[in-house]
C-alpha cells in the first residue's frame, strides 16, 4: 500500500519467515484498488480466523528466454477449476519516471498442459531490464463476497486475484540469450478492439463509471516526439493528438480527455473525428 513494488519480497522475508502468505499487486493502482484485489483481505481472515476458506498456493516461475523471445512459463495455477485468467504485466521503465504514473504492458497467458500457463512478453529493446510479475484471477466458488473497501466504498465480487513477486530480468540475460526486440515505437496508442485493453486501463469504479485512465503515454512506445507534428498544431515542438469516436447511434455525444492535469472536453458530431 506505501512502498516500493521491489522491496516487497524483503519485507515478506521479514514478517513471514515461513512463506505462509499471498500477494495480490495490481497494475497501474495507486493508493486504492478494486474490488477482486481488496476481497483478498477478507477471504484471507476467513482462511486463518474462521477456516472456512482456503487459499490456492500458485507456482511462480522466473521469466526465461528462448527462440529469441522472453516467456513467463510454467506458471502453475492452482485450483485450475476455478482459474478465470492468467495474466503477465511487465516493464521496461520501472526505475525511470514518475512511479505513479509507471505503465504496465499486459500478455495475457495461455494454458499449454494441465495446470501450466505460458506468456510471451514482446520487448521493446535489450539496453533496459525487463520488470514483470503474474496474476491468477480465481472464481470464488461460494455465493460473491459483499465488503466495504478503501475510502469505506462498499464492494461486491465474485471473483479474487492473486500475484507473484516482482521478477527482474537483467541486460545481461537478455542478450545472452539473444532476445530481439520486437515493439517498436507507434503513433497508435489505443484502438480498443477487443478487451485486452482494459488491462492496459483502469478504473477505480468500473460498475460505476465510464471513465478509463491509461499510463501508456509514459512508456516509450507511445510517446510522442517532435517528429510526429504533421502540422496539425501551429505550436513549433507541439503534438497533436487525434480521437476517432464510433457510435452505435446518430446522436450528438460528448468526449472529456484529460492529461496529467490538463482537460479538453469536446462535442463530437455525427460522423467526425475529434483531435
Known sequence: FNGYFEDLAIAVSKVCPRNDYRISSSPHHNHQDTAEYQVTIQLWADQIL???FTMPIPHW???????????F?????????????????????????????????????QNTKGTAWEAVLP???????????STVTYSIEKAPVHATGYYFVPYTTNKFVLSSMLQVTSVRELRDASVEPVLAPT????????????????????????????????????????NDNDGDTAVAGAVALSIDVQSETTARCGIEVG?????????????????
Not at 76 to 95: F, P, W
Open 73 to 109: 512459463s510454467n506458471v502453475i495455477a492452482a485450483n485450475s477449476d476455478n482459474v478465470l485468467s492468467v495474466d503477465v504485466y511487465y516493464t521496461q521503465r520501472y526505475m525511470v519516471g514518475d512511479r505513479t504514473k509507471r505503465f504496465w504492458h499486459h500478455s495475457k497467458a
Open 259 to 275: 492529461i496529467d492535469a490538463y482537460t479538453a472536453v469536446w462535442g463530437v458530431e455525427p460522423s467526425s473525428s475529434s483531435s
Open 123 to 133: 520487448i521493446s529493446s535489450v539496453e533496459l531490464p525487463v520488470w514483470s510479475f
Open 50 to 52: 474462521n477456516r472456512s
Open 187 to 226: 503513433r497508435i496508442i489505443e484502438t480498443f478492439e477487443g478487451d485486452s485493453f482494459h488491462c492496459e486501463w483502469f478504473s477505480y469504479a468500473p460498475e460505476r463509471s465510464w471513465q478509463r485512465t491509461t499510463f501508456k503515454i509514459q512508456d516509450d512506445v507511445y510517446k510522442a516526439t517532435a
Open 61 to 71: 516461475a522466473k521469466p526465461k528466454a528462448r527462440e529469441g523471445c522472453l516467456y
